[in-house]
Every structure is written in C-alpha cells, then in structure tokens.
C-alpha cells in the first residue's frame, strides 16, 4: 500500500477508522487502528478520520440497529447498551472525505468527527424504532460477559451473520465519543450543520418510507436500489412472492385480463377467500373489496381498485397496485405480461414490507393462503385470456367479463 503510494505520487493519502483510545481494544478496532498507522508512517501526509457508529443504510452498524429494532418487542441485551455512543451521519462522512481531498495545509495526523449527538446504544434502538414508527422497545440490559456470546446473539435474531456481528459487538465494549473537534479548524460543517442521529436515521429510511418501490427488486429489494456488492442483510426488510406462468397465448390478451383484474371481473382465484379478507379489512377500518373500479376494462395510474391503488401502469407489460388495506406493513401487488415465443410470459409478485415483528408474523400468517391463492390465479389469468382468444375467433370481441374467469 505504502510502495504503491510512493508510486503514485499522490500528495496525501486519506482514510477513515474508528476510534482507537481504549487500551482493551478488540480484534476488529486494533485492524483499523493498524491501518490508520500505516498511513501516518507511510512516505505521504495522511489524514485519518477516527468516527463511531455510521449511519446510513447498508452500513453494518445501522442495520444492526434495524433489525434488532424492527424484530424484538423486548430487547434482552448485553450491558454495553448503556455506553455512550456518538454517531455520524454517511453523508456527513463523505463530506469529510472530500474535504480533505482540497485541504492545502500539510497535515500528517488523526481527526475526530462525529454528530456531536451523543446517546446511549439502546438509545439509538429507541430513537430508530420512534422514527420507523415502531412501539417503543424496552432495553433489558443483562450482565452478558462473553463479547462472543452477545455477538453469537445478535446472529441470530438478525439475518447479520456471526462473521460480522461478532466483530461489530466488540467494537461496542466501551463508549464510543469524540475527543476532539479540531476539524472545525480545517474543514466547514456542512451547510445546515452536522446531521443529528435521528435526522440520519429519517435519511436513510426516506426511500422506503416515500414508497418507491423499485421493480428492479431482484432479491427483496431494500431501502436504496441495491448494490451487485450489497449484502442480504442490508435494507429493509421486503417479504415476496413470486410466481411465473407461461403460456400459449398473446401477450395483449393476457394484459386484456390483467387491465381488467378487481371489482366486478374479481381476482380469479378463491374469491370467497377474498372476500372473507375483504370484510375483515372493513371491520378493521380499512377499505375493504368494496369499492370496486371506475372502468370494467380500463385503469389509469392513481386510481382506486378495491382495496388497491394503481401505482404504476405500463399499458400492455406492468400493473403495479399499492395496498389500502389495513395490515402490520406496506403491500404491492404486480402483475406483469411480455412475449415468450410464441405464447406469453406471465409474473405476479406480492412484496410486503413488515412493520416490526407484527408484520413478520402476520406474513407468517398468510404464507398458507397465498400458496393456495396465487398460483391458481397465475394459471386462471393465462386460461382466461385463452377464453378470449377463442372469443375473438368465433366473433364474440368483449373483453374481460367476469364470464371469461376460469375456477380454480
């Protein structure tokens, strides 16, 4: 690293670690402490920012947060909770970073940044969970010794695995806060000041919570389009179901169906199971399958279907409708067509997003259905787009009436 540095001519080297103060470090903190020494003794000036907890989402240490937030409804956890822990914002960080890029001034030395918002761990379970719109979670702080077992812990009541949970823990033994400011002096705060921790946790849930539900969504989607280098674990948590059916039959007369799905036409599976649903939703307060659709054959984006809204409208390949129904999540339902050949290529998938762990056992809960439910609507889509196929060839050109549905 340093050779390639001398070779490259670069006229300073930047990095950014975690604070190294604690003479008890662990395994993880002395590799970053390692790593910012290198650079300090290297043949170049370095800067080594030093910082706590990063939040953002994909950041190790926020998801941890997340997931032991969104999943627990009593916290069980190690003492350590208590710690003071100071923050950074992920923007916050790359504004440091190039910064440093510009400096003029040689500097050969270590900077502390942070929030300046200093709260206890279990204090930033709470805030995330406040601003997630999750019920507070009380923190049970246990005399767990082992760093070890905690991390062993956290594995697994997390998708983050021991790999990294282990390492994240220790790095967590003691309090994590800045001891200086000398930044200040060299690089301005951003414009509007340093991002506090609640405001960074409200960034880095903004997509989601803006419901813009990507349908590049190749493995459980996340908060931001995801990386080919993002890990499982980061994001939000997004339950699907998918399902695929080909066919032999026109694409446009497959669209014909998907247009016209809801309301009179109904949902071509198990309607009586809908309908149980449905009026469940309108004990509950929601909307319920009431409301039915404007036009029997026709949609338009914003438009209401039942207790479904048209998000998104692709006409002839995508319908994309948003649940109105009341339930422990978010919930979409899309419904796409493309040629395959000589027939079609029909896809339907259910993305929920749980809110806590309500939302993860309620998805638990409806599994057992939508294995009933989905697939026979996949294959009676495709046999009543058939229908009306072989309603065009002997001259009947009416499209999607409820007749054209095939039962289960």
């Not at 937030?69 to 208590?82: D, F, I, K, N």
């Not at 040689?106 to 997630?132: C, H, K, P």
């Not at 294959?379 to 072989?390: D, E």
Request: charged share 20%; net charge positive; with cysteine.
């Amino acid at each position: 690293m340093t050779a390639g540095l001398c070779w490259s001519r670069a006229p300073r080297a930047i990095s950014a670690g975690g604070w190294s103060r604690n003479t008890k470090l662990s395994t993880h903190m002395r590799s970053r402490e390692a790593v910012g020494e290198v650079f300090l003794s290297g043949p170049v000036d370095a800067i080594v920012f030093q910082a706590g907890v990063v939040i953002g989402s994909g950041s190790a240490s926020f998801e941890m947060i997340r997931h032991l937030a969104e999943t627990l409804p009593l916290m069980p956890a190690p003492s350590w909770v208590r710690n003071r822990i100071e923050a950074i914002a992920v923007r916050d960080v790359l504004h440091y970073l190039v910064g440093a890029a510009s400096l003029q001034e040689r500097l050969n030395r270590t900077f502390d940044i942070g929030s300046r918002d200093v709260l206890s761990y279990a204090g930033m379970m709470q805030e995330y969970a406040a601003e997630a719109g999750l019920p507070r979670c009380p923190v049970l702080a246990l005399p767990i010794p082992a760093p070890r077992l905690a991390g062993l812990w956290v594995a697994l009541v997390t998708p983050i695995p021991l790999s990294m949970s282990v390492p994240l823990v220790q790095s967590l033994q003691h309090d994590a806060v800045s001891a200086e400011h000398d930044i200040d002096n060299y690089i301005k705060q951003p414009d509007g000041g340093l991002t506090g921790y609640r405001k960074a946790v409200a960034l880095a849930l903004g997509k989601e919570r803006g419901g813009q539900v990507e349908t590049t969504w190749a493995n459980a989607g996340a908060d931001a389009d995801p990386l080919p280098s993002d890990p499982h674990w980061a994001g939000h948590k997004v339950y699907v179901d998918e399902r695929t059916f080909h066919g032999d039959v026109d694409p446009a007369h497959v669209w014909t169906i998907v247009e016209g799905i809801g309301g009179k036409n109904g949902w071509y599976s198990l309607p009586l199971a809908w309908s149980v649903r449905g009026w469940l939703d309108k004990l509950s307060g929601g909307a319920g399958l009431l409301r039915g659709r404007r036009h029997p054959h026709h949609l338009v984006s914003g438009e209401v279907v039942d207790w479904w809204r048209v998000e998104r409208i692709e006409r002839g390949r995508l319908l994309r409708l948003r649940a109105e129904m009341r339930a422990p999540g978010r919930a979409w339902l899309e419904l796409s067509v493309e040629p395959d050949g000589a027939g079609s290529r029909y896809r339907q998938r259910a993305i929920f997003f749980p809110k806590g762990l309500s939302g993860r056992l309620y998805w638990l809960a409806v599994l057992p259905f939508h294995s009933l439910i989905f697939p026979a609507m996949s294959r009676n889509i495709t046999a009543a787009a058939r229908k009306i196929a072989g309603a065009e060839k002997s001259g009947d050109k009416t499209p999607g009436d409820k007749e054209t549905q095939a039962t289960p």
